[in-house]
């Protein structure tokens, strides 16, 4: 256990200061998320452009500093990719919070790997992993147009 | 009291977590457990284990008045007028459910009214939600005030003639409340209403005496009063449990049975369909003799000083916000801390060893009328001590250091 690795200064920063925290206009696919242990909510807001790239991202929601942060992080990484390698993000960070795994994503920059590091430190907190997938969960199912609320209880 | 000695009988204060001695402050989520309630567990499966009721072999009697020793406990230590007004099961929940199940089907029409307060536990919310459900009853809520209390006026209020049942809780397990309930319970009774009292956080914290309250029903969490866990009580006045139907049926609570009929137990059979939570229940003898041996007046006195010197600490501590300012308070202290989750909040306070709850507390509509999604929460027992909620109010100064980082 570690809470330096878990409050690091970037977590904390995007937890007070969330980026993208808005309702992106002319948004073209969108997701609620619910995490009814703790009551975090979020809501992702994604416009994609003809060539199924993400133009914008961006999130409603309240919750704890890992669940905003981290939905912070992922609206600003996510911006600019193409749908398939969000996919492949989305899996990426998944295995690595839930199965701890290394980061694979050969694509992304050297800034980009150390804001998804920086959400590694959840892994030692079981309790709290939830925080850091909801909105990862959330953008799936975004992306999928799936029309249910992720609840996650009913995840894996 | 000498709480080091109390402390010392319950095993697990000689657990460190994360290397710390441990600061429990959630005994309103679940009290811990004396080694003598242990013991009789373990003693019990290890060498007088029988099922009860029915057999007649050694072990089944000597088990079977093990078991109604302790129904007979339970109703002198709330004071019920008799002891077959003491059902055993599986929670407080369950006691709950029985009620707003068997009442509710046997008494409540559409349109008629149930009056809870916007204090309740989901437990004494979602049962009469199903009855909402299949019988088109109707909830009204008494509403809480800015000090997080219920008060009489306020049921008052929310009595018409379509009421048929008043559901509230003994001591709110967010704010800290106690309810009048003696007052209630005359009111509602002067208009023909039966009361129900979820006690769960009543019974372990204050002095029960069901003659003098009069209620008609009062649902009890066992291991919330240093009890086992699988086991709560509810008591209802005898008529009640006459008059209305059994809940689950199955084997212990018939009478005869029939290819083309069956007829029921007698009280308190009746409702106690199956077998029960054996072991927990003659072991929550011991917790009653523990809370006797301490004497609930101590017990009181000793966790109203603690909830007092909590208030005054965390007041003092200019980033704590509390929640709620009721007259009459139980040992329960809500709190936020601008800028910082109540997850976070608890995450950090774990690392020192100190146990809070964060969350809603099943406690929706209460937080959503404070317009809060959470909040933080320390809970005191028989245990605790002021050490520990100065070790609570350096923990929560510790939040604000790691978070001011930003």
Redesign the interface.
């Known amino acids: 256990m570690n809470l330096k690795e878990l409050y690091q200064e970037l977590i904390l920063d995007h937890g007070k200061n969330p980026r993208n925290l808005k309702k992106t206009e002319n948004f073209n696919k969108d997701a609620k998320g619910h995490n009814p242990l703790c009551g975090d909510k979020v809501h992702i807001y994604l416009k994609l452009n003809e060539n199924k790239k993400v133009e914008e991202a961006s999130f409603e929601g309240s919750g704890c500093a890992i669940s905003m942060a981290s939905a912070s992080i992922m609206t600003e990484l996510v911006k600019g990719k193409e749908v398939n390698d969000v996919k492949e993000l989305i899996k990426d960070f998944l295995e690595m919070i839930k199965e701890k795994n290394a980061l694979k994503s050969n694509n992304l920059s050297e800034d980009e790997k150390t804001k998804l590091m920086s959400l590694s430190g959840v892994q030692q907190y079981p309790m709290r992993v939830k925080c850091a997938t909801l909105s990862w969960h959330t953008l799936t199912s975004a992306i999928n147009n799936k029309k249910d609320e992720i609840n996650t209880e009913k995840l894996d | 009291m000498n709480i080091n000695k109390i402390k010392s009988e319950f095993p697990i204060f000689s657990k460190k977590v ?1 290397n710390n001695d441990l600061v429990y402050l959630d005994s309103a989520n679940s009290s811990q457990k004396p080694l003598v309630v242990v013991d009789r567990i373990y003693d019990f499966y290890t060498k007088e284990f029988s099922n009860i009721g029915r057999s007649v072999h050694y072990l089944a009697v000597a088990a079977t008045n093990l078991y109604e020793n302790t129904r007979v406990s339970v109703q002198k230590h709330i004071n019920a007028k008799d002891k077959d007004e003491i059902v055993f099961t599986k929670g407080a929940t369950e006691a709950i459910n029985l009620v707003a199940n068997t009442y509710g089907n046997k008494n409540l029409n559409e349109g008629d009214e149930v009056l809870i307060t916007e204090l309740e536990h989901h437990s004494n919310y979602v049962p009469w939600h199903y009855l909402r459900k299949s019988k088109g009853v109707k909830i009204e809520f008494a509403e809480v005030n800015n000090d997080g209390e219920v008060t009489l006026e306020s049921i008052e209020k929310k009595i018409t003639s379509k009421t048929k049942m008043i559901a509230v809780t003994h001591l709110s397990n967010v704010t800290g409340a106690i309810l009048p309930i003696k007052e209630i319970t005359q009111l509602a009774h002067s208009k023909g209403i039966p009361v129900l009292v979820d006690g769960c956080q009543g019974a372990p914290h204050l002095n029960l005496d069901m003659q003098d309250l009069d209620c008609d029903f009062y649902a009890i969490s066992c291991h919330k009063m240093y009890g086992p866990t699988g086991l709560g009580i509810l008591y209802a006045k005898k008529k009640w449990l006459e008059e209305l139907p059994p809940y689950q049926g199955g084997g212990g609570m018939i009478g005869e049975v029939k290819k083309n009929d069956i007829s029921y137990g007698d009280l308190p059979n009746k409702y106690e369909a199956g077998t029960m939570a054996t072991a927990q229940v003659i072991a929550f003898e011991e917790s009653i003799k523990f809370l006797n041996k301490l004497g609930m007046q101590n017990i009181i006195k000793h966790e109203k000083e603690l909830m007092e010197y909590g208030r005054e600490t965390l007041m003092k501590n200019n980033s704590v916000k509390l929640i709620g300012n009721p007259k009459n308070q139980g040992a329960v202290l809500s709190f936020t801390i601008e ?6 909040i608890a ?2 306070l774990d ?1 020192d060893g100190v146990a809070i709850r ?3 507390h099943c406690c ?1 509509v209460l ?1 959503d009328k404070f317009g809060l ?2 909040t933080a929460r320390a809970s005191f027992g028989v245990y605790n001590t002021k050490d520990d909620i100065d070790k609570l109010n350096a923990s929560i100064n510790k939040c604000k250091k ?2 001011d ?2």
């Open positions: 994360h800028g910082i989750h109540p997850h976070d995450t950090i690392e964060a969350g809603h929706q937080h999604p959470a790691i978070f980082k930003k």
